[in-house]
């Protein structure tokens, strides 16, 4: 997929540069774009760090365990066939916290342990049912308290406000996790079969 | 509004640090250890940004995305939306490293203070890598077919996209 894109990338980019004249900035753009990669995470590194040695500390001090434990009640509320899987629903738990908090690589681990836990309960599936479905749809809405990333990122692109997205960023990522979670519903309304 | 995210920093650094030292954690360790795996994910990260930064720099350089935008401006714009925003918000889906190499460069053109820049910026904070997240998730439990998947988390992403460009502007 990325070897497409990127190929894409490459080939349009000098197409481009043809058509427009800038053959000349294409070829300083090249070494430029690979300097400009490293510099960008350098300068976002400290920032990123802060954050993840930030939720670290949340962690270990039980603060994720406690998250989980208050969302459990609404995420089997809204999974009704996994809700007694209580070993998927433990795991599903983690990963949703684990998202909010911003700790992508316990996120993801915890997330495929979800799945897999989920998967197991059935019969021999090919199709997901609807708890699976939704789970993933809440993963892609992205909720987190602070979206490190970006934020480092505006930080290093020089902004003097580079937390002043949050509340937009709250409610949008709230938007989305609604409007994903009611067209889950809704489509699994529609769907005949589990 | 801009007070809230200005207290949050703080706000968030403190509770967490006194929990922390509440629950007996040893706090510093703790920091030291999720700083650790800061480094370590951009370690992990830094091959795909190096090669995507190129990508998009190319791709800036050549003029393309000058192009693209006169063509997509007359659209754009019946929706209130800057025109630079956009192949961020298409990148946004299906690459976290291209998405983050197009953040960069609207910042580079905009601003990231301008209201392109923080549009991007919201949109990239409020929504996933989905289809990426899909294929993951999916193919780690063995099952092939997605069903609904694609089109709810799809939904989601233009919901959070719609949302970025409306509390940027209302804000």
């Known amino acids: 997929m990325l070897a497409y894109l990127w190929l894409f990338m490459i080939i349009v980019s000098f197409f481009c540069s043809i058509l427009t004249g800038n053959v000349e900035a294409l070829a300083m753009s090249i070494t430029e774009g690979a300097d400009k990669a490293i510099k960008l995470l350098l300068s976002m590194a400290g920032v990123m760090c802060l954050w993840t040695g930030i939720m670290k ?20 509320r809204l999974m009704p066939e996994q809700r007694h899987n209580s070993k998927a629903m433990r795991s599903v738990a983690a990963n949703v916290t684990a998202n909010i908090l911003g700790l992508g690589n316990a996120a993801t681990p915890l997330g495929i342990k979800a799945m897999r836990e989920m998967a197991a309960s059935g019969d021999e599936r090919t199709l997901p049912d609807r708890s699976m479905i939704l789970f993933v749809v809440i993963n892609t809405a992205s909720l987190q308290l602070i979206p490190t990333t970006a934020a480092a990122l505006r930080q290093a692109a020089g902004s003097t406000q580079p937390y002043s997205i949050l509340p937009c960023v709250w409610i949008s990522s709230a938007a989305a996790l609604a409007a994903g979670i009611s067209a889950a519903k809704l489509f699994g309304a529609w769907r005949k079969n589990g | ?37 800061g480094i370590t994910s951009l370690v992990s990260i830094a091959p795909s940004v190096i090669g995507l930064v190129i990508g998009v720099n190319m791709l800036t350089a050549s003029g393309f995305f000058d192009m693209l935008c006169g063509w997509l401006s007359p659209v754009t714009q019946s929706l209130g939306v800057p025109p630079e925003v956009l192949p961020m918000a298409l990148m946004r889906p299906v690459s976290g490293s291209g998405s983050f190499a197009l953040l960069n460069s609207v910042f580079e053109k905009c601003g990231a203070d301008s209201e392109a820049g923080r ?20 193919g780690a439990a063995g099952i092939k077919k997605t069903s609904y998947a694609i ?15 409306i509390t940027v502007k209302l804000m």
């Open chain 2, 119 to 138: 549009i991007a910026s919201v949109m990239a904070g409020s929504t996933e890598t989905t289809f990426y997240a899909i294929a993951v998730y999916f």
């Open chain 2, 151 to 165: 089109p709810a988390a799809v939904l989601a992403d233009m919901t959070g996209m719609l949302m970025a460009v």
């Open chain 1, 57 to 76: 500390i949340g962690d270990k001090s039980g603060l994720t365990d406690a998250a989980a434990r208050l969302l459990s009640p609404v995420l089997a």
């Open chain 2, 1 to 37: 509004m801009d007070k809230i995210g200005l207290y949050a920093v703080p706000v968030v650094i403190s509770v967490i640090a006194a929990w922390g030292a509440l629950k007996g954690t040893d706090i510093f360790e703790a920091f030291k250890e999720g700083a650790r795996d």
